[in-house]
């Protein structure tokens, strides 16, 4: 952009490059994802073992929460079969 443009002409030219590069997003992106096209190849391979893992961790959240579960229930249920047991 020239700088000997007045503030009008300025402004205009501006709103020139800022269509022109809107213009130009479908193409950049196309040559994004074709520069990315080995690298999906790649990501496909590890979201198996990404799987295994979120698996993993799921299985390990949940044995967390019912050890925690059964501890407090436990706790409970001895406290009524000992009153059971003591009003028999």
């Known amino acids: 952009m020239p700088a000997n443009l007045g503030g009008g002409q300025r402004a205009e030219a501006r709103k020139e490059e800022v269509v022109e590069s809107i213009r ?25 073992g990404q799987a295994l893992v979120e698996y993993a961790l799921l299985l390990a959240l949940i044995a967390v929460v019912s050890i925690a579960v059964l501890t407090v229930l436990g706790t409970k249920v001895s406290h009524i079969f000992s009153k059971i047991s003591t009003d028999l």
């Open 24 to 48: 130009s997003l479908p193409v950049r992106a196309y040559l994004a994802v074709l520069g990315l096209g080995d690298s999906f190849g790649e990501l496909r391979k590890r979201e198996e």
